[in-house]
């Protein structure tokens, strides 16, 4: 268990008002293999300075600024993926997100230990979406199993319209050296392109736990701007599958509407 790490990537941008919740919730995990880098954008001095005084105080939390280069959400998770070491294990959170227990990273390293994690590319959980008010609104999963199995067929799933929720999914840093890192070109659907681009990689391995990872915000800029996210969504699946677009498409948002009801 000591030789599996954690890097947990958080975008920033006036933030603070979150990342007390996220923080606290961290620092109670029972298992403390992790560190935490916040990717700053333009934040406000007010925000920037409560991530500089936090981070001074506590040694597993470090911040730096976005590059300019690197635009939006996707463009802070490409520069914490640079900065990450060969040996550590990524999740991406939003500020307002946070694990789901205190045991949460616990039970997660002992599957991947169960399932010989040095062999696995992407190990992907659950979650649930959380109001301001701590109501759930809906559930997180990329497939609905009642107990952990690896996915053999993770290129048909995506085309059946299902995709990993980002902040439910834990990383292999190896992965990045195969593909480049999100295209920021996309502002709201850079993780389904991701995923999509992935789905050839040779003997990838896919484990689906039937664990509850994260809680996550609902009021971020995805939730704000459906129409946007939908045209991208569209071109993603355009780009991935040509003139068969159409498909995954459809059974996207059929599979959301059938877990709704």
């Not at 941008?13 to 961290?26: C, D, H, M, W």
């Not at 406000?44 to 040694?59: A, L, P």
């Not at 355009?238 to 059938?258: D, G, T």
Request: net charge positive; with cysteine.
């Amino acid at each position: 268990m000591e030789n599996i790490k954690i890097l947990i990537i958080v975008p920033t941008l006036n933030a603070s008002k979150y990342l007390e919740r996220l923080t606290i919730a961290l620092n109670k995990q029972v298992f403390q293999n992790w560190r935490v880098l916040f990717i700053d954008g333009e934040s406000e001095e007010k925000h920037r300075n409560w991530i500089i005084n936090f981070c001074r105080k506590n040694s597993k939390f470090n911040w730096m600024q976005q590059s300019k280069e690197s635009i939006g959400i996707y463009g802070a998770m490409n520069n914490g993926i640079v900065n990450a070491n060969a040996n550590e294990w990524l999740l991406f959170w939003g500020a307002d997100d946070y694990p789901a227990s205190n045991e949460t990273l616990l039970y997660l390293v002992k599957r991947m230990e169960k399932y010989n994690y040095e062999s696995l590319d992407l190990i992907v959980g659950n979650g649930k979406y959380i109001s301001m008010n701590n109501v759930v609104n809906r559930k997180a999963s990329f497939i609905d199993f009642h107990k952990d199995f690896l996915i053999e067929n993770f290129k048909k799933f995506l085309f059946l319209g299902h995709c990993p929720p980002h902040q439910c999914t834990l990383f292999s840093n190896r992965l990045f050296n195969f593909k480049s890192f999100y295209n920021t070109n996309f502002k709201l659907a850079a993780d389904l392109d991701y995923f999509l681009s992935i789905r050839n990689k040779k003997d990838l391995k896919v484990l689906n736990l039937n664990l509850d990872i994260v809680r996550m915000g609902d009021a971020g800029i995805s939730a704000k701007n459906t129409l946007q996210r939908l045209r991208e969504v569209a071109n993603v699946y355009w780009k991935a599958y040509k003139l068969f677009w159409i498909f995954p498409f459809i059974f996207r948002y059929f599979f959301r509407v059938i877990k709704l009801i």
